[in-house]
């Protein structure tokens, strides 16, 4: 079991740069492959971003490709996400999560997640 607790989030201007962090407990956080999911208001949850156990292999969602950059260090047992350019349409909670499946992009395959973020992009 992981619990998985998120920070970073805050108050950006359009075309600012956040970096999210989520600290895993646990000595099995490099079991876990991660992800970024967020959620605004009034929308479903919605897939931003994942990585592979080790960090080799990531995969983002076409609205933030070129933008974020998810990595993680399983030494700190922390992942990140480094997210640039922002917009407005990136305002959301954010939230990572942890799967013992192969990274995917798919929330419901996900075991573990934290309690989430605010990320607000003003415009």
């Known amino acids: 079991q992981v619990q998985l607790v998120e920070s970073g989030g805050g108050l950006v201007q359009t075309g600012g740069s956040l970096r999210l962090s989520c600290a895993g407990s646990?000595?099995?956080?490099?079991?876990?492959?991660m992800g970024w999911f967020r959620q605004a208001p009034g929308k479903e949850r919605e897939f931003v971003a994942t990585?592979?156990?080790?960090?080799?292999?990531?995969d983002y969602a076409d609205s933030v490709k070129g933008r974020f950059t998810i990595s993680r260090d399983n030494a700190k047992n922390t992942l990140y996400l480094q997210m640039n350019s922002l917009k407005h349409e990136d305002t959301a909670v954010y939230y990572c999560?942890?799967?013992?499946?192969?990274?995917?992009?798919?929330?419901?395959?996900?075991?573990?997640w934290g309690q989430g973020t605010q990320v607000t992009v003003s415009s």
């Open positions: 646990g000595r099995t956080f490099s079991s876990y492959a």
């Open positions: 990585i592979d156990r080790i960090g080799g292999i990531t």
């Open positions: 999560a942890a799967t013992r499946l192969f990274y995917t992009a798919k929330s419901d395959l996900y075991d573990y």
